[in-house]
């Protein structure tokens, strides 16, 4: 098992309220890592943090070090010398809503490889399938590939949302809470292709829903922290994801 | 014999003080109100008389106006104003349209003028004429430097324009490229900026940012109109609908009679009287 | 029809809220008036513009020579340089009014401890409070002077000066439009086009903008109607000869400048009907321009990589230009002002030889100061926008929320007719409506303040609807929908959830608005407006007003002195017109911090049914 991720106090506040202090972490290649805790702990900020998100809202401020393990080198997210933009097309986001450009499905796909990664035509197209194909979704749209993205349904957006990340061939996949606006259905859908898909990728898994992240834990490879207040992240014991007692234990404690 | 002398001065300015306001008595404790509008080169007159007529009769309300002499016929005709201005004379379709009766008060040359750093000092009738009309285009052709001359006109409502175009340029053509400006004052700012431009503006506005060359010899000066040497010659005129009445009558005869022509006289212009 | 039918009905059917029809009604009530003035002034027009058709005049006034004295009345030249000078100052300002919004919106740079896009935004609404006739006087004697010496060879007053100044006049409204438009639109996009690896350059360019396509336009329809519709900058710069310019340095004269200039004569002349049709030609101008831009659909290419990274640049460049360009030109305006008029200031600026605790005081007659005109722009603004702005605003609503089918199209497109109006053609039906009641009904009828404030706030009453309604149109529809699913009838969403949350756009409506009806001089200039009149006493009084006196001091100054009064008199209003504009947006701002409790109980409403 090798390192993917190493956060390293990593502190940050937003107009001088800090949301996370000196915050250190391992996350392993594969996984998927599940990240839990309740509504307001910092998770979200934690996710943001990898790919410098939090730089695009207003009043943030950030020290500390992230390195991500990208292939077969170590890329210094905050280094003076790391462009966000470098970073983020290597490191792919899945919202907790479904965020569709405003544009059709097949735009969806193909616009932020044009211009992120300035593709031709035809390797967009091919990317594009390949991607939509990978999180089962090609099927259900093939046929409205020019429809606006909007008419999708919602688990239908999320996996748009999810193929379209995966269309820049990622290293690692940071998805926070991307079934929380999903019906109970399409929720286990988009769980099983993220099982499927942590073979592959490094994922980072943010969610506040306990049985979700049992779930997800199923794969060997498995890792669960639990981000507490004030910023205290708590590893959880393999034996205790096993045990279905003691984990609804770790759920009324932490809910 | 010089203290009696001294003394008859004395008598003669104390009496005289309290004769020149009593002009103003005619309108102390008067009510109403005076509208007038119409040619720009009445307004500081105007303005003047009625300033002084108002610290008199608070009750009083007189507003001016300008807009031109076309404005000052229309608005008199259609009796939205009591008094119309035109720096010209009317026209018998004007007097016949809207039985207007007219009130001149003052004689007011018209004068081409140019920046006071032109070299050019005199100028012949006959130049002014081809300048206008486009024949003469630069400037050393009449002994000036070389550049291109420009030239500047007035709109049609002018009062002024219609007296340079009918008397100094005897109704000849203005090339269709003169800037257009649409006041006395206006055309003042435009050629005390442009140093090859040419104009004509009423006499009473000439100052130090612009100069009159010197026509066929003669300055064209107030003295020079008032004794007929300089030609280009217009009267200033307050227009009514019909015979005027009460405020308005006075406030005319005020404008014609001494202290009126004494401020008329302050503004540049020659009072009839 | 069909729709607005079952809509009605619902909407009357509420047996428990019988003010809901009442509302509604009133609503419609204010849309009516827009489309009654539109009808109005066509009317008029028609009317005016009749005899040259059954005289037989049209082949004279169609034709290229305007001499009145040998009875040529060609307009086709004026017409001619409405469009050239209109067309270019809007091809100058579009873009750099694109590119100061791209500038401010992150293609600037993005300093840790100064962001520049604020006081360059803070400059711009600014300028929305700079009058049209500081403008002129600034330029007259500063652009002009330029422009002659750079060039050789004319007298300075060009189509170049009028179309440069004219471009610093409607940029702000082409900014503020992109702006609105933009920050609906960008906040959405930020971090997924972020997530994406996208710049802001690249989100700006090939995201946010493709999606503005509708704000682009309005700016470019608002920007090209203001300035073919203006008067006061031809008339003082542009040279006013009547002939085609045969280049850039050439005097031209438009439309507006040739109806304020030729007005002025006997009103029964055929060179007074010939206004008409300048003023028919004007309304057919910026209407096809508006259709014409409205037709335009964007187009979704796909660029190849290097043009898309030209695009980028292009995109960049204009930005920095723009952000250099716009402020130098206007600190250099607005800096020559304040250099004339600062020594100028002073007690006897505004109240001659009047003390001014007794004119303030007791109020005592003021000659040769300022303090007349001041408080008749004054009072003028306030009619004009008590009658403007409640009528603006529910008809905005009206047209928003309530207005469908048949009728709403054609009450919407009175109001975009209503836009097209330029002041000057206002003023002009001002004075045509006088000396109707004259004939008529009202032999005492007479241009007075009443009179031009009506003028001017049917002159401003589109930018009001049209503000309000976009503003209202832009809002999401999940919030129509949320506030309908909390039992909210159709007046009470707009009331206390839309009308919150898109007052930040509605104010700022308002605040242009009221701006636009202090600065304006050529509707007041027919309707009322006099040199000398004192403190206004009632409505029906003759007024005198700061844009006016400024003009006429510029054109008629007597001496030097004068003219430094014309300069005095330019910042007063400048002053006069940032403090309005303060004022708007101070309340602006205690309406968002929910201190006034109405709003504060919508703002709540609206908190609680989006949480």
């Known amino acids: 098992m090798t390192t993917a991720i190493r956060i390293k106090n990593l502190s940050v506040a937003f107009a001088g309220r800090t949301v996370l202090d000196t915050l250190s972490l391992e996350v392993d290649s594969g996984g998927p890592t599940v990240l839990?805790?309740?509504?307001?702990?910092?998770?979200?900020?934690l996710l943001r943090a990898l790919n410098r998100l939090n730089e695009c809202l207003p009043d943030c401020a950030t020290s500390g070090s992230v390195e991500l393990r990208l292939g077969n080198e170590w890329l210094d997210a905050y280094a003076p010398g790391t462009s966000p933009e470098a970073l983020r097309k290597r490191v792919g986001m899945v919202f907790q809503t479904p965020n569709p450009l405003p544009v059709s499905v097949a735009r969806n796909m193909e616009l932020p490889l044009e211009l992120a990664l300035g593709l031709g035509q035809q390797e967009r197209a091919e990317r594009a399938e390949l991607a939509l194909r990978e999180a089962h979704l090609w099927d259900e749209v093939k046929d409205r590939l020019d429809h606006p993205a909007r008419t999708l349904s919602g688990g239908q957006q999320q996996r748009l949302c999810?193929?379209?990340?995966?269309?820049?061939?990622?290293?690692?996949?940071?998805?926070?809470?991307?079934?929380?606006?999903?019906?109970?259905?399409?929720?286990?859908?988009?769980?099983?292709?993220?099982?499927?898909?942590?073979?592959?990728?490094?994922?980072?898994?943010?969610?506040?829903?306990?049985?979700?992240?049992?779930?997800m834990s199923q794969r060997q490879s498995r890792r669960m922290f639990?981000?507490?207040?004030?910023?205290?992240?708590?590893?959880?014991?393999?034996?205790?994801?096993?045990?279905?007692?003691?984990?609804?234990?770790?759920?009324?404690?932490?809910l | 014999m010089r203290k009696t002398m001294l003394l008859l001065i004395l008598a003669v300015a104390f009496f005289a003080l309290p004769a020149q306001a009593s002009e103003l008595d005619a309108f102390?404790?008067?009510?109403?109100?005076?509208?007038?509008?119409?040619?720009?080169?009445?307004?500081?007159?105007?303005?003047?008389?009625?300033?002084?007529i108002m610290q008199k009769a608070p009750g009083l309300r007189i507003t001016v106006a300008g807009g031109g002499s076309g404005v000052g016929v229309q608005k008199v005709g259609e009796g939205?104003?009591?008094?119309?201005?035109?720096?010209?004379?009317?026209?018998?379709?004007?007097?016949?349209?809207?039985?207007?009766?007219?009130?001149?008060?003052?004689?007011?040359?018209?004068?081409?003028?140019?920046?006071?750093?032109?070299p050019v000092n005199a100028l012949t009738h006959q130049q002014v004429q081809d300048i206008f009309a486009g024949k003469i285009t630069n400037w050393k052709q009449v002994g000036g430097r070389d550049a291109a001359i420009h030239l500047y006109t007035r709109d049609e409502a002018s009062g002024t324009r219609e007296v340079f175009w009918g008397v100094m340029l005897k109704k000849g053509q203005i090339a269709p490229s003169a800037n257009v400006v649409s006041s006395n004052g206006a055309m003042k700012s435009a050629l005390s900026g442009d140093m090859d431009g040419i104009g004509y503006v009423s006499i009473?506005?000439?100052?130090?940012?612009?100069?009159?060359?010197?026509?066929d010899g003669v300055a064209?000066?107030?003295?020079?109109?008032?004794?007929?040497?300089?030609?280009?010659?217009?009267?200033?005129?307050?227009?009514?609908?019909?015979?005027?009445?009460?405020?308005?009558?006075?406030?005319?005869?005020?404008?014609?009679?001494?202290?009126?022509?004494?401020i008329t006289a302050s503004d540049g212009y020659i009072p009839t009287k | 029809m069909a729709d607005s039918r079952q809509q009605k009905t619902r909407g009357m059917g509420r047996g428990d809220l019988p003010g809901e029809g009442i509302v509604t009604a009133l609503l419609f009530g204010a849309s009516a008036v827009s489309v009654l003035c539109v009808a109005g002034i066509l009317a008029f027009l028609a009317w005016f513009c009749l005899p040259l058709v059954t005289e037989g005049q049209s082949a004279s006034v169609l034709s290229w020579t305007w001499r009145p004295a040998s009875g040529q009345f060609g307009i086709l030249p004026m017409a001619v340089g409405s469009l050239l000078l209109g067309s270019s100052a809007l091809l100058l300002a579009w873009p750099l009014g694109l590119g100061l919004t791209l500038f401010a919106h992150g293609l600037g740079p993005a300093w840790p401890n100064f962001n520049p896009a604020r006081?360059?935004?803070?400059?711009?609404?600014?300028?929305?409070?700079?009058?049209?006739?500081?403008?002129?006087?600034?330029?007259?004697?500063?652009?002009?002077?330029?422009?002659?010496?750079?060039?050789s060879g004319g007298s300075g007053f060009s189509w170049l000066a009028a179309a440069l100044t004219l471009a610093l006049l409607v940029l702000p409204t082409i900014v503020l439009v992109l702006d609105g438009q933009l920050r609906l639109v960008t906040p959405g996009l930020r971090l997924t086009a972020a997530a994406l690896g996208l710049t802001r350059t690249q989100e700006l360019v090939h995201l946010a903008l493709p999606l503005c396509g509708r704000g682009l336009k309005t700016a470019a329809v608002l920007g090209f109607g203001r300035a073919v519709g203006d008067t006061l900058l031809p008339l003082m710069l542009s040279g006013n000869a009547a002939q085609v310019p045969g280049g850039p340095l050439d005097s031209l004269r438009t439309l507006t400048a040739h109806i304020a200039l030729v007005v002025a004569t006997d009103s029964q002349s055929a060179a007074y009907t010939s206004l008409f049709a300048c003023g028919a030609l004007l309304f057919g101008m910026s209407q096809a321009v508006n259709l014409g831009l409205r037709g335009l659909r964007p187009v979704q290419a796909t660029l190849s990589a290097p043009r898309r990274l030209s695009l980028e640049r292009l995109a960049r460049a204009l930005a920095w230009t723009s952000a250099l360009a716009v402020p130098a030109g206007v600190c250099a305006l607005l800096g020559y002002l304040l250099w004339r008029g600062l020594p100028t200031l002073g007690a006897a600026l505004f109240f001659g030889d009047t003390p001014p605790l007794d004119a303030l005081l007791h109020g005592a007659a003021v000659f040769d100061g300022l303090w007349p005109a001041c408080l008749g722009t004054l009072y003028l603004v306030l009619v004009a926008s008590c009658l403007a702005i409640p009528l603006g605003v529910a008809s905005g609503i009206h047209l928003a929320e309530f207005a469908t089918g048949r009728a709403g199209r054609l009450i919407s497109s009175c109001v975009d007719l209503l836009a097209g109006v330029p002041s000057i053609l206002m003023g002009l039906f001002g004075f045509g409506l006088i000396l109707l009641l004259r004939h008529t009904l009202w032999p005492r009828a007479n241009t007075c303040l009443l009179l031009s404030a009506l003028c001017l706030a049917l002159l401003v009453l589109p930018y009001l609807i049209s503000a309000t309604r976009t503003c209202l149109e832009a809002l999401p529809r999940e919030l129509r929908l949320t506030a309908a699913s909390l039992g909210l009838t159709r007046w009470q969403t707009v009331s206390r959830v839309l009308l919150p949350a898109a007052s930040r756009g509605v104010l700022g409506g308002i605040i242009l608005a009221v701006g636009r009806a202090a600065e304006d001089t050529a509707v007041i200039m027919l309707t009322g407006v006099v040199v000398g009149a004192g403190t206004p006493g009632a409505l029906t009084d003759k007024f005198e007003a700061l844009p006016f006196t400024i003009y006429y001091l510029a054109a008629e100054h007597q001496s030097p002195q004068e003219l430094d009064l014309a300069f005095g008199a330019a910042l007063t209003l400048l002053c006069l017109t940032a403090l309005l504009f303060a004022l708007a947006r101070s309340l602006r701002a205690s309406l968002l911090n929910g201190k006034s409790r109405r709003w504060g109980n919508g703002t709540s409403a609206y908190q609680r049914t989006t949480a």
């Open chain 1, 162 to 215: 999810l193929a379209r990340a995966l269309a820049f061939r990622p290293k690692i996949l940071l998805l926070d809470e991307p079934t929380a606006s999903l019906d109970h259905k399409s929720a286990r859908g988009v769980e099983e292709l993220l099982l499927d898909l942590a073979g592959r990728y490094t994922v980072l898994l943010v969610s506040h829903n306990l049985n979700q992240a049992r779930r």
């Open chain 2, 204 to 215: 009473g506005h000439i100052d130090q940012t612009i100069k009159a060359p010197d026509l």
């Open chain 2, 80 to 118: 939205l104003v009591d008094i119309g201005n035109t720096g010209r004379a009317l026209s018998e379709a004007e007097v016949a349209k809207y039985g207007l009766k007219s009130f001149a008060f003052a004689i007011d040359g018209v004068a081409a003028v140019v920046h006071p750093k032109n």
């Open chain 2, 28 to 52: 102390a404790g008067k009510t109403g109100k005076i509208d007038i509008a119409g040619g720009t080169a009445h307004i500081p007159v105007m303005k003047e008389a009625a300033k002084r």
């Open chain 1, 226 to 254: 639990v981000l507490r207040e004030g910023a205290r992240l708590e590893a959880v014991a393999r034996e205790d994801l096993d045990d279905k007692e003691r984990l609804l234990a770790l759920m009324d404690e932490l």
């Open chain 3, 119 to 151: 006081p360059l935004m803070a400059l711009v609404r600014l300028m929305t409070s700079v009058p049209t006739v500081v403008y002129g006087l600034a330029s007259v004697f500063l652009l002009v002077p330029l422009v002659r010496s750079g060039f």
């Open chain 1, 36 to 45: 839990v805790g309740r509504s307001g702990s910092g998770k979200t900020t």
């Open chain 2, 220 to 262: 064209p000066t107030q003295d020079n109109a008032k004794s007929g040497k300089y030609p280009v010659l217009r009267k200033l005129y307050m227009n009514t609908k019909g015979e005027p009445t009460g405020v308005v009558a006075a406030f005319i005869s005020y404008i014609q009679g001494p202290e009126g022509a004494a």
